[in-house]
């Protein structure tokens, strides 16, 4: 994980540096705003790898003469099919449009949401195989 972790560490700091530049010569606070959440968003999801490497160490592909037969060993579960992703991407979109349309819609919007983190949360919502 380490090729990953030093690739969101550059991609936080150039939102830092771009987001400080930025701030030092505009007044749209949205602007700024946009460009610190990506900051903060990179910086999350650079220290998870990080810490992920820590914890495991070098794998296979981190390692420049690793041969293609070092990673065969390597076993990956995966869950099981789901409904829980359509659900909850469906009932996001609709927030998204309520915002824009009308809190009706955001409303139903919530309502589909609900069912779709709940199946995250607690692995239901399994298709049978």
């Known amino acids: 994980m380490r090729a990953e972790a030093w690739m969101f560490s550059g991609v936080a700091v150039f939102f830092v540096v771009t987001g400080a530049v930025y701030a030092r010569y505009s007044t749209d606070p949205a602007g700024i705003a946009a460009l610190a959440v990506s900051f903060l ?30 990673g065969a060993d390597r076993r ?5 099919r789901s409904y829980a992703p359509v659900i909850t991407a469906v009932g996001a979109a609709l927030i998204g ?3 824009v349309q ?3 819609l955001a409303l139903i919007g919530f309502g589909v949401l609900a069912p779709g983190v709940f199946g995250f949360v607690f692995g239901t919502g399994d298709r049978a195989s």
């Not at 999801?45 to 160490?57: M, N, P, S, T, V």
């Open 76 to 80: 990956f579960s995966f869950p099981a």
């Open 102 to 104: 009308g809190l009706w």
């Open 97 to 99: 449009l309520g915002v």
């Open 41 to 70: 968003m990179s910086a999350l999801i650079a220290a998870f790898l990080w810490r992920q490497y820590h914890r495991g160490g070098d794998r296979p592909e981190d390692r420049k003469g690793a041969q293609v037969s070092e």
